[in-house]
């Protein structure tokens, strides 16, 4: 069946008819996570008075090509001081933007940045969410059946911090030679190490994946290496939430399920077949897994998430 798809005018037309309010997120998988955020915090999700829409509808103006990030922001801009500006709540990536990453590693915001209707992730994109052990216990115990299972989660729990430090670096390295689109998933299981119950990235093993995924020179792979180095001792003197929310969101949950993965290969003495099985597991199951493990934390306790949009949509919210 073929998606409506509207112009940005015909689309702020749309809004000014609707009688009820407009979430518009970028893709969906932010429909996604809001849909299962708002089943488990909000005390009306069975009477909500809004929608969900994504960015991927609208098509960009005929004078420029945006992407759906841009898309979100150009709308509510447009419709800033205008009558039906309330009707419409956007929700896009933060990224990088607002975190000083010179002379020291610091979030400028620690929070959600909002601009009238306009709300940025509380990090880089909104896996960050879900970026703690507790969340992150239930989605890699589903994924894995071996009996050393509660080892292996043991072994995670105590080397996390390393993984996310790891994650964090090597993304801003790929994003600083403009590699990220290449190299985002260069980190395996193969390229950790544990030394001593620290958990390290295997540089030789790195630019060998890097060199297979970018085909690029030698020379450019070094530059990367250098650059993750540079960037891994600045990220170790920063402090662990600026880390967390810093870290890019795709780069940091392949980074963590990788780290999973090479810590259950170290449980079982080196069985290939249970790293490979958790490392294979597919991205919309990770994706989906997380989601949920975090909503349904978020009914029994305090956990990090877009509660500001929730308010803005005028649903009462649960209480923790």
């Avoid at 969900?52 to 759906?68: F, K, Q, W, Y």
């Avoid at 306790?301 to 949009?309: I, L």
Wanted: a neutral charge.
């Amino acid at each position: 069946m073929t998606q409506l798809r509207y112009s940005i005018e015909a689309y702020k037309i749309r809004i000014r008819m609707t009688r009820s309010k407009i979430l518009l997120v970028e893709g969906k998988d932010d429909r996604y996570l809001f849909e299962r955020y708002i089943e488990a915090t909000s005390a009306d999700s069975q009477h909500r008075d809004f929608q969900i829409d994504t960015a991927e509808i609208v098509n960009s103006p005929s004078e420029t090509r945006l992407g759906n990030r841009e898309k979100v922001e150009y709308i509510c801009n447009s419709l800033s001081g205008t009558q039906w500006a309330s009707k419409l709540v956007g929700f896009v990536d933060r990224e990088f933007r607002s975190f000083q990453l010179d002379p020291a590693i610091r979030d400028d915001i620690v929070g959600h940045h909002i601009d009238a209707g306009l709300i940025w992730s509380r990090g880089h994109s909104i896996e960050n969410y879900w970026f703690d052990i507790q969340t992150l216990r239930s989605p890699l115990v589903e994924c894995c059946t071996s009996a050393h299972l509660t080892d292996g989660v043991d072994l995670f729990s105590r080397v996390f911090s390393d993984a996310l430090k790891i994650a964090c670096s090597v993304a801003l390295a790929l994003r600083e030679l403009d590699a990220l689109g290449f190299g985002a998933k260069s980190v395996g299981w193969k390229e950790l190490v544990l030394e001593k119950e620290c958990l390290k990235l295997d540089l030789a093993k790195w630019r060998s994946s890097l060199m297979n995924r970018m085909r690029a020179d030698p020379r450019t792979i070094e530059q990367v290496c250098t650059a993750y180095d540079r960037w891994l001792t600045k990220v170790k003197l920063a402090d662990e939430d600026s880390v967390r929310w810093l870290c890019h969101g795709h780069v940091g949950l392949w980074v963590l399920w990788s780290a999973f993965a090479r810590c259950m290969f170290e449980v079982t003495g080196g069985d290939n077949s249970v790293a490979e099985r958790i490392a294979n597991h597919e991205r919309e199951s990770r994706f989906g897994s997380c989601c949920g493990a975090w909503a349904r934390r978020r009914r029994t306790e305090f956990v990090h998430g877009p509660d500001v949009v929730l308010r803005m949509l005028g649903l009462r919210l649960r209480s923790a």
